[in-house]
């Protein structure tokens, strides 16, 4: 993920670069409260600029909370605090980014973790192969629905699909997968036959003549998890060698929606899930721990009745939705300048106390190679704005200042009062410059200083400066 971990802090561009290009998608109803939840949590420890263990530990009780309201499976919810609580003690202290910035993208990280890391896409053969795709689930999961849609996007995507109705039981349940073909464009194979797997080795047969390289197979769903069932779905599967043996859960049915892809899991042995009714609003979460939990990847969500209503799951896009992608946006930029604003108090209270030294200076040299420009350090250091002149700053005479300082031990930079004729020697030898450029720094940063104190306590330029660091 753009050689971003928990170790290699992220800049302030960096982040809003990387939640640029993982835009939401539509919206939809599921997960609205906890998004609603979230979001104010991390708008709360945003306002911080500094934030104490014990909000982090707050922030993420309150996670907790709202992530067992929205029903995410306990053995996920321990993890995620667990992982979270983990990574933001070891955070790294990073100049361009705030702690506050830092614990947001950790939570990011461990929703997108929980969701399952990658997109994980059908893995289907070439299309001089056939691929079959089996569909199972309960009852009123929403498989045959499912089926058509998958097909629909398939033949999209250029494939050649049937749809195959392997539900004996029921009659109406090859009509209903017929009209939904026909909607969709896509043809059916049905047949009068009361054994599914006698369907399904005609349909082989017969997609092998006509070349569909795509063969997506309904099932029949019963009530409950039943040993019926199993055997039926394990004969298919032994028959039809499906490249995708999906499960078809029913993001409405909470918590048993984990359990059910458990028992399909380890009976059947699933390659993936798709959580279908993912528009309706119930909480959700308890589908989003299907892929913790299983391990097995969400490959699709379904979003509604008609058969264009299939999307793709991105695991960033929907933690990033989660999240709310603009509010962690503005929330970034707002971080940044309250870093900026802190840092600006900070100089001004050095400079009306003369405490400011080589190192504020440095410092601000480092700022200014970060962020390329010569003007934020103007706005940023009271004084200096209105009284230099930007262009006859040389960022060569920066660099030569720089390697000076860096020359000078902690006491001198300190105090800069104990540099005599001696140290000014060894300060120019150490940084390849001449004493007349030793002597030349120190008499500007006095000067500097002087005027600084002066502006500091110049009631009209505080005004301005407060006026600066608004517009940010
Ligand atoms: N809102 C919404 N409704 C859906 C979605 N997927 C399926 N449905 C509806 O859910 C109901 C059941 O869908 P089916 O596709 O018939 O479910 P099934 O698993 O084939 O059902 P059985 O064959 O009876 O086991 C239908 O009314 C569908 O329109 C979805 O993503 N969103
Ligand atoms: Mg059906």
């Known amino acids: 993920m753009l050689g971003i971990t928990a170790?290699?802090?992220?800049?302030?561009?960096?982040?809003?670069?990387?939640?640029?290009?993982?835009?939401?998608?539509?919206g939809a109803l599921m997960l609205e409260r906890l998004s609603g939840k979230l979001i104010s949590i991390i708008k709360q420890i945003s306002g911080k600029a500094l934030i104490s263990d014990k909000n982090i530990e707050s922030a993420i009780d309150e996670i907790k909370l709202a992530l067992l309201e929205a029903d995410v499976n306990l053995r996920v919810v321990r993890r995620f605090v667990n992982r979270?609580?983990?990574?933001?003690?070891?955070?790294?202290?990073?100049?361009?980014?705030?702690?506050?910035?830092?614990?947001?993208?950790?939570?990011?990280?461990?929703?997108?973790?929980?969701?399952?890391?990658?997109?994980?896409?059908?893995d289907l053969k070439g299309p001089d192969t056939q691929s079959v795709?089996?569909?199972?689930?309960?009852?009123?999961?929403?498989?045959?629905?499912?089926?058509?849609?998958?097909?629909?996007?398939?033949?999209?995507?250029?494939?050649?699909?049937?749809?195959?109705?392997?539900?004996?039981?029921?009659?109406?349940?090859?009509?209903?997968?017929?009209?939904?073909?026909?909607q969709a464009g896509i043809d059916v194979f049905r047949l009068e036959e009361k054994s599914p797997a006698k369907i399904v080795k005609?349909?082989?047969?017969?997609?092998?003549?006509?070349?569909?390289?795509?063969?997506?197979?309904?099932?029949?769903?019963?009530?409950?998890?039943?040993?019926?069932?199993?055997?039926?779905?394990?004969?298919?599967?032994?028959?039809?060698?499906?490249?995708?043996?999906?499960?078809?859960?029913?993001?409405?049915?909470?918590?048993?929606?984990?359990d059910i892809a458990k028992s399909f899991d380890e009976r059947i042995g699933l390659t993936g899930v798709i959580l279908s009714k993912f528009d309706s609003d119930a909480r959700g979460g308890a589908a989003l721990s299907i892929r913790s939990i299983t391990g097995r990847p969400i490959k699709y969500v379904g979003t509604g009745e008609k058969i264009e209503d299939l999307e793709p799951f991105y695991p960033e896009r929907m933690a990033s939705r989660i999240l709310g992608r603009g509010d962690i946006v503005?929330?970034?930029?707002?971080?940044?300048?309250?870093?900026?604003?802190?840092?600006?108090?900070?100089?001004?209270?050095?400079?009306?106390?003369?405490?400011?030294?080589?190192?504020?200076?440095?410092?601000?040299?480092?700022?200014?190679?970060?962020?390329?420009?010569?003007?934020?350090?103007?706005?940023?250091?009271?004084?200096?704005?209105?009284?230099?002149?930007?262009?006859?700053?040389?960022?060569?005479?920066?660099?030569?200042?720089?390697?000076?300082?860096?020359s000078m031990t902690r006491k001198e930079r300190k105090n800069p009062l104990i540099i005599g004729p001696g140290r000014r020697k060894r300060i120019a030898r150490g940084s390849g410059t001449a004493v007349f450029d030793v002597n030349k720094l120190l008499k500007k940063f006095e000067k500097t200083k002087i005027m600084m104190k002066k502006m500091a306590r110049n009631k009209d330029y505080q005004q301005r400066l407060i006026g600066n660091l608004d517009r940010h």
Do not use: W
């Open 7 to 26: 170790t290699n802090p992220i800049s302030v561009d960096n982040f809003k670069f990387y939640l640029y290009i993982i835009e939401g998608h539509s």
């Open 84 to 122: 979270t609580a983990e990574d933001a003690m070891g955070m790294k202290v990073a100049r361009d980014v705030t702690p506050s910035q830092q614990f947001v993208k950790i939570v990011y990280d461990r929703l997108v973790e929980i969701l399952g890391e990658k997109r994980s896409a059908l």
């Open 133 to 182: 795709i089996l569909c199972m689930g309960l009852q009123g999961s929403g498989k045959t629905t499912t089926a058509a849609k998958l097909g629909a996007f398939l033949a999209r995507e250029g494939r050649k699909p049937i749809l195959v109705a392997a539900d004996p039981v029921r009659p109406a349940a090859a009509e209903q997968l017929a009209v939904l073909g026909k």
């Open 202 to 258: 005609k349909a082989l047969e017969k997609a092998g003549r006509e070349q569909f390289d795509t063969v997506i197979v309904d099932t029949t769903g019963r009530m409950h998890v039943d040993d019926a069932m199993m055997k039926e779905l394990e004969e298919l599967k032994r028959l039809a060698r499906p490249v995708e043996s999906l499960l078809i859960a029913d993001a409405m049915t909470g918590q048993q929606a984990v």
């Open 330 to 406: 503005s929330l970034v930029e707002k971080a940044e300048a309250a870093i900026e604003a802190e840092e600006a108090e900070q100089i001004r209270e050095k400079m009306e106390s003369n405490t400011f030294d080589f190192d504020d200076y440095l410092d601000q040299f480092r700022r200014v190679k970060k962020m390329g420009s010569v003007r934020s350090l103007i706005e940023m250091i009271p004084g200096l704005q209105g009284n230099v002149d930007e262009d006859k700053i040389n960022l060569e005479d920066m660099k030569k200042e720089e390697s000076i300082i860096l």
